[in-house]
Structure formats: C-alpha cells, structure tokens
C-alpha cells in the first residue's frame, strides 16, 4: 500500500493539529495557579473597597495646644463612629466627646479634630478603642494609642 501526496498532506496537518491541541492544553494548565491567584487579589481588591479604617492621633499645634485627630484611611466611608477609653480618659474633655460622637459619617481621607489638655500630670499614652461600621461589618472594633 503506497500513501499518495494528499495521504501524507493530511497526515502533517494531523499531526500539526495534535502538537496546537496538546500545547494548547499545557498552555492553559500552566494558567490555571495564575487565575487563581487573580481572582485572590480581585476578592480581597473587592472587599477593600468596603472597608474603612479609623485611626488616632495626637497632633501638637504649638507649645502647649494638642489636638487628637481621629481619621479615616480606609476606602470606604465609616459609619456611627465612636470612641470609648477602656482605662481613663483624663486626655479629651467629656463634653468635647459627647459633642461629636457618634460621628453619623467620616468618609475617606476625613477626619475630626478633638481638643486635648495636657498638663504635667497628664498620663503620656492613653489608650482608646475605636468602633463604627462599614460596608463590610456593621461591628468593626480597633484598639489604638495615643501618645504625647
């Protein structure tokens, strides 16, 4: 039995399309860790968008004025922001905390400014636990300290 011409044309352009299928099919097993890994990082990209995160400071204006500034550098906006002092508050005046918070909103890249006395006695780390919601939870906690 003798192959004629065409016989050995379809043979090359069988094994033309077997080599396109199999390194077809590498190409895209080789693929599959970085989609997974794509996806990871478009998830967790996703679920920044709905956080918020609420940050504290003490900022000194001049030679005896302090500010505590409380922040949000999160992406998303916060909402029903509190402060609360586990230990003491011997830093921010009472009537200054009652005045301002709950915050209804601190949306991103805001913040809110609270008057701070210090004196000599006043303790040089104060520790305060910050809480709100966000699109993400409605019970977000974070612990800071502000020191002088």
């Given at each position: 039995?003798?192959m004629e ?9 069988l ?26 990082k478009?998830?967790a990209e996703?679920?920044?968008e709905?956080k ?17 500034k409380?922040f ?25 905390i009652r ?27 104060h ?22």
């Open positions: 039995m003798m011409f065409s016989d050995i044309i379809s043979l090359i352009a094994l033309i399309a077997a080599l396109s299928l199999g390194m077809n099919f590498w190409f895209n097993w080789r693929q599959i860790p970085l989609l997974r890994h794509s996806l990871k478009s998830q996703a679920l920044e709905k918020a995160d609420i940050g504290a400071k003490v900022v000194k204006l001049g030679n005896s004025k302090y500010r505590v409380i949000n550098r999160g992406k998303a906006a916060a909402r029903n922001v509190q402060i609360e002092f586990p230990d003491s508050n011997g830093l921010i005046p009472d009537q200054e005045d301002k918070f709950p915050m209804e909103v601190l949306e991103q890249h805001d913040s809110v400014d609270l008057i701070a006395h210090v004196h000599m006695r006043t303790p040089r780390k520790a305060v636990l910050l809480k709100w919601a966000d699109d993400h939870s409605d019970s977000n906690e974070k612990p800071s300290y502000l020191t002088l």
